[in-house]
């Protein structure tokens, strides 16, 4: 390989240096016992919102697939069809 331009630069730490880096990550960060995580209550409560609503929708999901499989659930193939089309030609558009 040929490089063109700018030198090359070598900025390799010194001897000292790595091994004043072997032993920070060796040591790792000082922990407190005031070092901690609190959420807010609007955090809490989107928390259980997304939970319910995932419920709520695979609720949704099985009552729909339910129907299909019985029968009972009205399919448009035309609209179908269409939103497929829609959908694959606009990958190339």
Known sequence: MKVVGQPV??????????????TAR???PVRTEADSVKFS????????????????ASERVARIKADIE???YPIDFEK????????????FL
């Open 80 to 91: 179908l069809a269409e939103k497929i089309l829609d959908d694959e030609l606009g990958r």
């Open 70 to 72: 019985s029968g009972g």
């Open 26 to 28: 060796a040591d790792g």
């Open 41 to 56: 209550s609007s955090a809490n409560e989107a928390a259980v919102s997304l939970s319910s609503d995932g419920a709520a």
């Open 9 to 22: 630069r070598n900025d390799l730490p010194l001897a000292a240096d790595a091994e004043r880096v072997k």
